[in-house]
């Protein structure tokens, strides 16, 4: 990692600050190390799955992507966080003539109770939906982004392994959650078939070769995070069909499980215990907590916690928000990476974000007389945590390129994380260069790719028939 080096009056406090942070630097042979253990997981991966390894390297069973000659109305619907989309794209020759979307909140209830009563309610939507289009009486093919760990068994058909972020639906691990779907919507009597079942990172990908053929890999960093690419199937084996390029779904939000001991052990901070211990699914997901917009936050108040309570920081808290649970959302940090870490060179300390910042989750801050010292600590903290998400990212998605035989490739990358971070391309871009020196890579926004990509491949499969 690469940050300008903490500098403040009282040099011992200097010392006293790096050192409590000191676990959230990665320097470059804990790289090299997560690296390697990337690679070696990746492998047992495809050939054994999750019985020996933590990512679980699952097939999509997507072998192509749009030819141009696709036409018609297609639908998709986007499940994978509190908000849901429904969505109608038209296509003539390949490109979008009209896209038509409606967002739907997931109510906790909902998100937390029986799987039966969330396909009814996903079903509801779609009928709203095309009742508001006049649309009740076409018949229309639906791909459904579902994001979440699947074991895919074709197509149209996958299993959920677990739930993650805020669902926690019982009765649906380990059901064909597409035959789910079509019970409910077959319950509604619409005239709906859901042809294709994929997670946002193959939908993302899908979508980004609409606009670049040299697309090879979908990401997505927001408030989870996960990767997909093009796998050669010499590699693996557990695919029967013939020799062709396949989109693999590492499902890598979960490499490094059960987290403590787990193979990226030597990469945990005390911060990182403590997100994962207060998280919905303690000891899973160990990488996405390092990079998922729903933690990055946490781990940043964990760490400002510890510096106020060794009297490093003296921030105004009245309302002691600093040791209460997710009131520092990751949003605080992408507005005080704005500052673009400038905090050896602050000249007037109130007209940065991160004095904004601190005074919109504190409060005033007009009575602390160590505010100059407390905002270049808080950009420090941020800036560490953020260039620690950019590294791991890049490092886990360069693998994945080096793995394919084109120089020239596209990271189609959807998600707030690196949407709204005013740093996070520039320093993924840098690490990028770093661990796939042969390879041309460009990153690519690809907004809303998981809508539009679960569309297309509707658009595919039924063309392809």
């Not at 630097?25 to 050939?47: D, M, P, T, Y």
């Not at 808290?317 to 050896?344: A, C, V, W």
């Not at 490092?395 to 005013?422: I, M, W, Y």
């Amino acid at each position: 990692m690469e940050l300008p080096t903490l500098v403040l009056e009282n040099a011992e406090k200097t010392g006293k600050v790096v050192d409590i942070l000191s676990d959230l630097i990665v320097g470059s042979n804990r790289a090299e190390r997560v690296k390697e253990v990337f690679r070696e997981e990746v492998e047992l991966g495809l050939q054994f799955g999750l019985e020996k390894s933590s990512v679980q390297m699952e097939t999509t069973y997507v072998t192509q992507l749009l030819r141009g000659n696709e036409a018609g109305k297609f639908l998709a619907l986007d499940l994978g966080s509190t908000n849901f989309r429904v969505l109608l794209v038209k296509l003539s020759e390949g490109k979008i003539t009209e896209e038509l979307v409606r967002h739907f909140e997931v109510s906790t209830e909902t998100r937390t109770g029986p799987g039966s009563n969330l396909f009814s309610f996903l079903a509801d939507c779609i009928r709203i939906f095309l009742e508001d289009l006049n649309l009740l009486n076409e018949q229309l093919n639906l791909g459904f982004t579902f994001s979440f760990p699947m074991s895919q068994e074709g197509l149209a058909a996958a299993r959920l392994v677990s739930w993650t972020k805020s669902f926690n639906c019982p009765g649906v691990e380990g059901e064909e959650v597409v035959g789910l779907l079509q019970s409910a919507i077959d319950s509604k009597n619409l005239q709906v078939k859901v042809v294709a079942i994929l997670n946002d990172t193959t939908g993302t990908l899908v979508a980004g070769s609409y606009v670049d053929p040299n697309c090879t890999v979908g990401l997505i960093m927001g408030s989870g995070h996960n990767g997909c690419y093009f796998e050669s199937s010499d590699n693996i084996v557990r695919w029967s069909g013939g020799k062709q390029w396949v989109i693999v779904d590492p499902e890598f939000g979960a490499f490094g499980d059960p987290g403590k001991g787990g193979v990226l052990d030597f990469l945990r901070s005390e911060f990182d215990n403590k997100v994962d211990e207060a998280s919905l699914l303690t000891g899973k997901y160990t990488f996405e907590k390092y990079i998922g917009g729903n933690f990055l936050g946490e781990i940043a108040r964990y760490a400002l916690e510890k510096l106020q309570t060794e009297g490093l920081l003296h921030l105004e808290d009245l309302q002691h928000l600093i040791s209460k649970e997710n009131s520092f959302p990751s949003k605080f940090i992408t507005d005080i990476e704005k500052d673009k870490r400038s905090y050896n060179l602050i000249e007037d300390c109130s007209t940065t974000q991160t004095f904004k910042a601190i005074a919109e989750w504190l409060g005033d801050q007009s009575k602390n007389d160590n505010i100059e010292d407390d905002i270049k600590i808080v950009q420090y903290v941020c800036a560490a945590i953020s260039e620690r998400c950019a590294l791991l990212a890049s490092l886990c998605v360069a693998e994945l390129c080096n793995r394919n035989v084109k120089v020239e490739q596209t990271v189609a990358v959807d998600g707030s994380v690196f949407k709204h971070h005013p740093l996070m391309k520039e320093r993924m871009a840098h690490f990028m260069s770093k661990f796939a020196p042969s390879k041309k890579i460009t990153l690519s926004l690809a907004e809303d790719g998981s809508g539009k990509g679960a569309a297309f491949l509707a658009a595919i499969v039924t063309h392809g028939v």
